[in-house]
Every structure is written in C-alpha cells, then in structure tokens.
C-alpha cells in the first residue's frame, strides 16, 4: 500500500487491545505515512509512549497541559495536520466522549478541532460491547459521519467470546486506504476475473495452472477503494477475499464462463485476468482412475474462451471498458497484438512468464500494456498491487475519452 506524503492522527485509548496500535502504527510508517500518536492516559498502562514514539518516529501527544509539548506542537494543529483520525483500539469509554462531545483530555479535544474524516476501531468486551449505551453511542458516531469498522468475532483477552476484538490489522490498513483514496470509479459496476481454473478427469484429480490470483484480488481491492461496485470471480485460490467486494467462487472454465455471463451485461469495465484452462478433458469419469498398467491417455477438449465471447458480444453491452492479460513465455508483444485485436479488446496487459518476479504466484509484476492505436506504456518493475492501480489509471483515461 502507497501512503507517502499522507498524515494520520492514530489515538490510541486504554483497552488491552492497546498493544496492537504498536503494529498498526509501524505498517502505517513502512507504508510512507506521517503519524502523529495521541495516547490518552488509561493506553499508558497497556503499552508505553516510548514504544509508541519510536514506532512513530514523532513525540506522542499525551498531556493536554504540557507546556512543552504544546509548544512543539498544539492539539488544535495535530488535529488540523492530520487528513485522517483513526482510534484504534477505541474504547466503550472513549466512543462515549466523542458521541456526547466531551473535550477533556488530548485525544477528545483533538476529535473535537478536527475537520478530517474519523475512523473508529471499537475493540473491548462483548458485553460492553453489545450494551444498548454502547450501540446507541457507535450509532450517534455514524450519524455524526464518523466510520466505524466493526469488531471481530473471536475469544477475547477476558476469555468470554463474541464481538468486540479489535479488527484484524488488514482490514484497518484497507480501510485507511480506502478513506485516503479518491474514490475515482463511484457509480460504476465492475468485473474482474481471477485465478486458474481447475479442469478434473475424475473425482480427485485436475488438469491446472500456478496461478494464484493474486493480479485479479488486487485489481479488485483497488477498485473497491476507488468505490467502484466490484465482482470479482474467481477460480480456486487460497487468498483471503478482498473487503467490500462481492466474491463468486467458481472451479471450472465452464462455470466460470457461466457466473460471468450473468453479471456481464450489468458491468461498465470488465477485467479478465484469470488464467483460464483453454482445454479440458472430454470426460470426467466419475469415480477416482485406477492404475493401470501400460499408458493412460486422456482426451482434452477445447474450452469456451470467455473474453472471446465478451469481446465479440460488446455492442450489445453495457460495457465501456474491456481489458485482458497476455500471459506469454515467448514473442510477448506479437502475441499480446494478436489477442487486443482478436478478442476485440481495449487494451491488454502483457506479461513476461519468463522473467524473474513477474507472472504466477509472485507479489511483484512488470508488464506493459498494448492499446488499439499501437501505442505501449512499458511500466517499470513494481508490486502486483501497484500494477493494479496503474491498470485502473488506464481504465480511467479511457473512460473519460470515452464520456460524452
Ligand atoms: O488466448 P489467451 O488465453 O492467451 O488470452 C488471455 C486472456 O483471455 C486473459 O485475459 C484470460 O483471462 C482470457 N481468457 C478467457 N477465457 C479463456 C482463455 C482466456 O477469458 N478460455
């Protein structure tokens, strides 16, 4: 995730969960963000200011009278610097001040002076959780505009079970992101297709490919940042599946082709980056193949080629953007050529299976990508996730070439 040049306000109020702000702050600095820390005194006792500081690389904001301190740097300034707040662990006791507008130690009054969006990240018991002062006070916080990113379900510190642990670190950087993020492609629908596919000749056995989806899931976690609606379908893939995006799960080419053509017609872009099996076995036998002796042969059958199908199908859809991958081990551009212009493309992203770090399974990339009018944008080496929003770029400059 890109963050540089980007400055948050983390607070950090006194739960147990407190020691978990120590990591949340340290991805947010490795990510290129400026974080300003306020504690309030109660965070003190779970985890310590140094800790903090160090992780921050910036003097953590405690004492509201601390002639020193705000004489470096006041709250109504930390509060007004930050172009995001984020409570992380917050607390039934803090979620309580800033639902009735109470000021009265650094954090509370910094909320108060801010003009930045608020993100609050409840973490406490669940019975504290659930109380109707608490829910009531988490429903004022969202009708004052504040978002609130919801608990998890798990075994608490407390040893009871149920909601109230602070959400998984992932899904607040993902959510940080996505409150950091123009939100580019609101009002827009789209498809992305990801991962293999898996093509069996018995009950226990598939004919597939390395990839591992990893291009599609970040072409749809930028996407849904960007507030787009996403639906991404996808071949069997062991990721975790992106926040605010509808997943369709899906084994084979054929019901990747079916799941795909119900969606198609409601899409404005449409991205298949899965790696589809172009063949699958004439038969499936229905109980696991028995060794035997001599060869065993297996007859393969051409698959549908779904972007093929799209391609061909586009004036008749709703679709003002469609682009596919060229996944090639030789004559990359020829090949790629071939396809924008077969599959009747807008552009397509060639990449270079041969080449060290980019391809299946890697977090990295480097691809180019091929327009209609001959032109190529050879991007440099980069992470899957910066290709991805890279890719989104180019979807947004032809969708405006394209708004009337
Ligand atoms: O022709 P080739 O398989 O190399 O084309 C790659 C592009 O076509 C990718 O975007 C891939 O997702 C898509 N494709 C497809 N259905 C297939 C084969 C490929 O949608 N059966």
Redesign the pocket.
Known sequence: MGMSGKSLLVGVSGGIAAYKSAELVRSLVKCGASVQVVMTRNATHFITPLTLQVLSEQPVCLDLFDLEAESQIGHIQAARAAELIVVAPATANIIAKMAAGIADDYLTTAILAATAPVLVCPAMNVKMFEHPATQRNLGTLKDLGYHVLDPDVGSMACKEEGAGRLADLSKIMEKIQTLLTTPSLAGLKVLI?AGP?WEPFDPVRFITNPSSGKMGFALARVAARRAAEVHLVTGPVSLAPPSEVTLHRVVT?RE??HQ?EELAAHMDVI????????YRPSQTAPQKVKKIEGRQEVVLEK????????GRARKDSKCRVL??????TENLLE?ARE?LE??N?DF??ANNLTQRGSGFATDTNQVKILERSGKILELPFMTKEEVAERIWDHVELFLEAKTP
Request: aromatic share 2%.
């Open positions: 297709s596919t080419a990747m082709q795909i991205i298949m980056s899965a790696a589809v099996g172009d698959n549908p080629d779904i972007l093929l199908s799209l682009v596919g991958f060229a996944a090639e090949n396809k077969k599959k493309l397509i992203v």
